[in-house]
Antibody, heavy 123, light 107 residues
Framework: QLQLQESGPGLVKPSETLSLTCTVS??????????WGWIRQPPGKGLEWIGS???????YYNPSLKSRVNISVDTSTNQFSLKLRSVTAADSAVYYC???????????????WGQGTMVTVSS | EIVLTQSPATLSLSPGERATLSCRAS??????LAWYQQKPGQAPRLLIY???NRATGIPARFSGSGSETDFTLTISSLEPEDFAVYYC?????????FGGGTKVEIK
């Protein structure tokens, strides 16, 4: 059974870089053709797609965050990671990692989600 | 960017009643729309993809319909576990976008 688990600091200072990792278990990032994504949700608000990546490293980003975001993948550890630079309080949110539904389809829905991790930006 | 507008913001119903949730897109998304359910403290759960296809394990009381700009999620008879927030999401174009959500609460 495929499972995703987010990990990383729960508190980040303003202007610093938020770094999160998603560990995939029960399946291999490198031996399938799915895209893997990051989505966030500020407290009490809706969902915002951040970006998605393929095992080859090909990535798509939300233009609203593109200048500050980098998503990378490490098939040897079966993980993919999110870095968000120059954070402000507006970046405080629950961050989810998730898998796209259909292989080789970057424009897609998400069918397997991690439990989410809350990141607070505060000094 | 394709904007998805969900209505109503809150739906107050009793168990056993029918729920009808709406999602309207700012431009055509063909049938490339998904629906999710989210309960407090949990990740979203995929219910419907491509407008009308139920995801694996989703009960038949959940159904989706619509195309182009107007979509509906119907829950035929609300079970106690169905009271939650529901989001739509389009995959027609970049960036992937979600609606603002509809909360289905117990009346």
């Amino acid at each position: 059974q495929l499972q995703l688990q987010e990990s990383g600091p729960g508190l980040v200072k303003p202007s610093e870089t938020l770094s999160l990792t998603c560990t995939v278990s029960g399946g291999s990032i490198g031996s399938t053709s799915f895209y893997w994504g990051w989505i966030r949700q500020p407290p009490g608000k809706g969902l915002e797609w951040i970006g998605s990546i393929y095992y080859s490293g090909n990535a798509y980003y939300n233009p609203s965050l593109k200048s500050r975001v980098n998503i990378s993948v490490d098939t040897s550890t079966n993980q993919f990671s999110l870095k968000l630079r120059s954070v402000t309080a507006a970046d405080s949110a629950v961050y989810y990692c998730a898998r796209h539904v259909v292989e080789l389809r970057p424009l897609d829905a998400f069918d397997v989600w991690g439990q989410g991790t809350m990141v607070t930006v505060s000094s | 960017e394709i904007v998805l507008t969900q209505s109503p913001a809150t739906l107050s119903l009793s168990p056993g009643e029918r729920a009808t949730l709406s999602c309207r897109a700012s431009q055509s998304v063909r049938r490339l729309l998904a629906w999710y359910q989210q309960k407090p403290g949990q990740a979203p759960r995929l219910l419907i993809y491509d407008a009308s296809n139920r995801a694996t394990g989703i009960p038949a009381r959940f159904s989706g319909s619509g195309s182009e700009t107007d979509f509906t999620l119907t829950i035929s008879s609300l079970e106690p576990e169905d009271f939650a927030v529901y989001y739509c999401q389009q995959r027609r174009d970049w960036p992937l976008t979600f609606g603002g959500g509809t909360k289905v609460e117990i009346k």
